[in-house]
């Protein structure tokens, strides 16, 4: 590995780590409307953190997991989100290089951070879904990776496509199933893998969420048809896959 090399993994890796505190600051703040710029404070004393308690990954580990003020515990949540963030850029960098293994790993990050939002709150903010589009077709134009044509199309497909789902959804069992952030992400990972992996995506999330909610049945026994399980999360997983790897057939 040459020093360029080098510098670039290790400044992508003290970014992702940066980035991956504001993403799971946002994703606590932005579904409950509370501003991202306000100070961080203990969840329990409510005592504003210094500078030093903030240091990614590293003031977690030094405090033991606690509020330097109060000694309570803080939970994993920070530094777990952290590390995924750290992990999407990694992976990133198996694939990609330059430029775009920057945009990749933006990308990633917005994708983790609707992942928590909606896995949580069953949300999917504006913010975060609607620039997916624009961006995807620009990333593509630049990369040369598909034609504006397929990205563009893959954006109006992949909404199109979820809107009609939840109408089928709605017709068939009665009540709302499948949201319009849905369709919004599904527009914006579209614009990003192109038309022709658009049926990957669905197809990969769709397995993704069969395999997690299997699962949560048998941990937790029978699960009702009318529990909801959010599927943004999966749908951002398969994005992410679909756009590294291709589609998974052709």
Same mark, same amino acid.
């Given at each position: 590995?040459?020093?360029?090399?080098?510098?670039?993994?290790?400044?992508?890796?003290?970014?992702?780590?940066?980035?991956?505190?504001?993403?799971?600051?946002?994703?606590?703040?932005?579904?409950?409307?509370?501003?991202?710029?306000?100070?961080?404070?203990?969840?329990?004393?409510?005592?504003?953190?210094?500078?030093?308690?903030?240091?990614?990954?590293?003031?977690?580990?030094?405090?033991?997991?606690?509020?330097?003020?109060?000694?309570?515990?803080?939970?994993?949540?920070?530094? #777990?989100?952290? +590390? %995924?963030? *750290? =992990?999407?850029?990694?992976? /990133?960098?198996?694939?990609? @290089?330059?430029? $775009? !293994?920057?945009?990749?790993?933006?990308?990633?990050?917005?994708?983790?951070?609707?992942?928590?939002?909606?896995?949580?709150?069953?949300?999917?903010?504006?913010?975060?879904?609607?620039?997916?589009?624009?961006?995807?077709?620009?990333?593509?134009?630049?990369?040369?990776?598909?034609?504006?044509?397929?990205?563009?199309?893959?954006?109006?497909?992949?909404?199109?496509?979820?809107?009609?789902?939840?109408?089928?959804?709605?017709?068939?069992?009665?009540?709302?199933?499948?949201?319009?952030?849905? #369709?919004?992400? +599904? %527009?914006? *990972? =579209?614009?990003?893998?192109? /038309?022709?992996?658009?049926? @990957?995506?669905? $197809? !990969?999330?769709?397995?993704?969420?069969?395999?997690?909610?299997?699962?949560?049945?048998?941990?937790?026994?029978?699960?009702?048809?009318?529990?909801?399980?959010?599927?943004?999360?999966?749908?951002?997983?398969?994005?992410?896959?679909?756009?590294?790897?291709?589609?998974?057939?052709?």
């Amino acid at each position: 590995m040459s020093a360029r090399e080098s510098f670039t993994l290790l400044l992508l890796a003290l970014v992702s780590v940066s980035i991956g505190s504001f993403v799971a600051t946002l994703a606590l703040r932005l579904p409950a409307g509370r501003s991202i710029n306000g100070r961080s404070s203990c969840p329990h004393c409510a005592h504003v953190l210094a500078p030093l308690d903030l240091v990614p990954l590293l003031s977690w580990a030094a405090l033991k997991g606690r509020c330097r003020y109060c000694r309570r515990s803080i939970g994993v949540y920070y530094p #777990a989100v952290e +590390l %995924a963030a *750290l =992990g999407l850029a990694l992976w /990133a960098v198996t694939v990609l @290089s330059g430029w $775009l !293994l920057w945009a990749t790993a933006i990308f990633g990050w917005t994708l983790l951070a609707l992942a928590l939002i909606d896995w949580t709150h069953f949300v999917l903010p504006d913010v975060l879904t609607l620039p997916l589009a624009p961006a995807g077709i620009v990333v593509n134009w630049l990369a040369g990776e598909r034609s504006l044509l397929d990205a563009a199309l893959g954006a109006i497909l992949g909404y199109l496509a979820f809107i009609a789902i939840a109408w089928a959804y709605r017709r068939w069992r009665g009540r709302e199933g499948l949201g319009a952030g849905d #369709a919004k992400l +599904l %527009a914006g *990972l =579209g614009a990003w893998v192109g /038309a022709s992996g658009l049926p @990957s995506v669905v $197809l !990969l999330a769709s397995l993704l969420a069969l395999v997690v909610a299997l699962a949560a049945q048998g941990l937790r026994g029978r699960r009702s048809l009318s529990d909801r399980v959010p599927f943004g999360p999966f749908l951002a997983a398969a994005g992410w896959v679909v756009w590294l790897y291709g589609p998974l057939f052709g």
